[in-house]
DNA sequence: AATAATTAATTCATGTTTATTTATTTATTG
DNA sequence: CAATAAATAAATAAACATGAATTAATTATT
């Protein structure tokens, strides 16, 4: 196989239900960036022992990787008897993902390497999101970007990721934009039209869901195998992991928080983007005469009342606990994981009440949660949206590793 | 490969991580037998087209499950041009099943074949189960059922599934005995301590999730891919289908519908154990002067007064639709799915009654899941307890098949 | 300090399993 | 009898496993 061929090669997909050759070979190749992913560096010895691979199967198919310029060797590791190990690492230049958020105010472009760094960032302001604007600014902003690519690496170019909250068309009246301002976006399937335009595959969720994959993929390890994500942004959404792996649902929809029923403290019940949104937050600034603009300008360097912020965090949550407590009985999770639009202190407290809240629910024949701060911050969904094709066509939806305890019940 | 050879082969289980040339057929014949389980009898040549595999590959799988025992070959279908094609169906006595169902008043055990049809029953009475008189009976029925059973039937025997109540420890009050008298439920596994009796693997999942398990195995393939399924019995329990597929969740409590908060309609919350529970109906007969142990006698001539039938059914449609509204927010699902030891009648006026409650709940956002009517009925729990060795054996986790429609956003 | 033994990582050559490809046979329709 | 589809056989190819060889360390011994 000469140079040529190993860079053009690509970690195929599994189109048919059948398995072959070729779809075991991409499972392994997966496995491999999958563990090095989560555990970080490892020598094929050990991937030999991880993956219960034979060491000559391993060693063809990391060499293969290497070539492939999406692993590379570390220092030898010396001090054990025998022949020092070489760990390998991934690759940060093996592939570019480009990742697109539609926002309030904002929409973002982040361009990032297989290590999850960025390489480029841009972003245009709106009053509202419109699919023209967004298209275009996508379209620009890759060529502008790819422009200051070397043409190996653009050959790197592994796909587009796109963060799209959650219903948009249903905007209009919380943004204070005319009624129809917002229609164009449900009919519109601007995944397929950049598709059209593009050489690589473009993928979507909504915006939350992003976020939770950068979670997921870009985190420290440490997050439980099933977990709640929540993001605070203009409104609430969230992603679901479930067995390691984020869950989209038939419709993209799953995490969907925004539309939960919670109590309304008077025997009925609302939704909990009604009271758990950065919109809800802006709603009670203007009702004391304030102005709650700063909020989409910047995330630092808030500062709003106590007779405001107090009661908002308490009822938000209050609904997040409730949300919680339904997620977890329903899905047997281990954490809620807590990010947003949000000054990190404001975060922090928030997940800080949520836990007071929920330790108020009778939570009986349910093992309380943990409640986790975000490692993303912010910029979660961004980074999120650029991570959909990495996860696509480099990772593995595995579930608990070796090291991790598996679930009782099984022989 | 001698036939002696052939009737001891197994479906090889994945122990580890990495794929290899007998996972890779372990896979593929998993898939014929999931894609004939799902679809009915099918011929070579077509699930050569289902799978992508080539003919030759099916042609040689197909007639070693045949050698195996676990397909046969139907009436060949003549009619259209070419050579008649010969369906293949599952093999009925390729492979048996236990499976104990662990309830408030008996205990039972049904032995079931390849095709989900009953070989035999056997039940014990208690006023409460306890760990020891539940592994003596298991036993003690095993060995007599398997007397009755010729030698080559009995090395067909796949394995027991257990289906036992969640939090069973915690039952005592509810059941009126001594507060000491289900403790020993907590410490005892009585999984490990069958399966170190028997030969073939032991499963044990809550009861409600095992009858879960009985709709999507042996159901007539109209179920969407994504559901919540609820058991109405001395409790009330559930299960989550995702991707056409059981969640069980990290710790087997997946579906844990009893612990799920709902609205008082006081402006606090309870679960939904404390209204949509037989054991509820119950406490409500008691309440009123009446006797409600006709209850556990038999699921037929429940004769109960409107005046406490109605209210019962009105409050736990509700709890039922909150729950509903919230899982599928959470998850994306397109239906809910009610059972229970119920009257048919009472099973369908819960439906129509949920249906009606859902409709009061804003769903802004969420597409209004199809409330269904379950197809095992009473008997789900100990099917379905039966049905978790044949899945975990001889089916693949899959996914939407060719004719469904994926959901949006994949490139 | 020099040397031998041991250990572990890696790779080479070869063998095995399983899927694909191509060609052939078979049964049916028109 | 020609056309068609199903099913199978033989040959080929892809990918993993096995066992031996190679390499480079550490550890024990002289």
Redesign the pocket.
């Known amino acids: 196989m000469n140079t040529q061929d190993q860079r053009t090669r690509e970690i195929r997909a599994q189109a ?1 239900l ?5 779809a ?2 991409a ?3 997966r496995l491999v960036l999958t563990l090095i992913r989560r555990r970080g560096a490892l ?4 991937i ?2 991880l993956t ?12 293969e990787l290497e070539a492939d310029g999406l692993l590379v060797k570390c220092a ?1 590791v ?11 690492d991934l690759a940060a230049d093996g592939a570019l993902f480009f990742g697109l958020k539609v926002g309030r105010r904002r929409t973002e472009m982040v361009l990032i390497d297989f290590a999850g760094e960025v390489r480029a960032r841009a972003a245009v302001r709106h009053d509202h999101p419109t699919p023209d604007a967004t298209l275009r600014f996508a379209q620009d902003t890759i060529t502008t970007m790819s422009a200051t690519l070397t043409a190996t690496e653009r050959d790197r170019i592994c796909g587009l990721g796109i963060g799209l909250p959650f219903q948009l068309w249903d905007w209009a009246e919380a943004l204070r934009v005319p009624e129809d301002t917002m229609r164009p976006w449900r009919s519109r399937d601007i995944r397929s039209e950049l598709a059209a335009t593009l050489p690589w595959p473009v993928l979507m969720e909504n915006d939350a869901s992003a976020a939770c994959n950068a979670e997921l993929i870009f985190g420290d390890g440490t997050l439980p195998q099933n977990f709640l994500y929540a993001f605070v942004g203009f409104f609430i959404g969230g992603g679901l992991v479930l067995n390691g792996t984020m869950f989209a649902g038939a419709h993209g929809n799953a995490g969907a928080l925004a539309s939960m029923p919670v109590p309304d403290g008077r025997g009925g019940s609302r939704q909990l983007v009604e009271i758990a949104s950065l919109h809800h937050l802006e709603e009670r600034l203007r009702a004391t005469g304030g102005d709650g603009r700063f909020l989409w300008e910047s995330v630092e360097g808030w500062d709003i009342a106590p007779e405001i912020i107090d009661p908002w965090i308490a009822e938000a949550a209050r609904g997040l606990a409730h949300v919680t407590a339904s997620a977890v009985a329903l899905c047997d999770l281990d954490a809620l994981v807590v990010d947003g639009w949000l000054p990190t202190p404001l975060r922090d407290r928030l997940c800080v009440e949520t836990a007071a809240e929920l330790a108020r629910i009778n939570l009986s024949g349910i093992a309380p949660p943990e409640i986790i701060a975000g490692q993303a911050g912010p910029e979660a969904r961004e980074f999120g949206a650029a991570s959909l094709p990495l996860s696509a066509r480099f990772l593995l939806e595995l579930g608990s590793l070796p090291n991790d305890t598996p679930h009782p019940g099984e022989a």
Chains 1, 2 share one sequence.
């Open positions: 048919k059948g398995s072959d050759h070729s075991m070979r499972r392994n190749e020598p094929k010895s050990e030999a022992r219960g691979l034979s060491a000559q199967t391993v060693s063809v198919i990391m060499r030898p010396r001090g054990k008897v025998g022949q020092p190990s070489v760990p390998m």
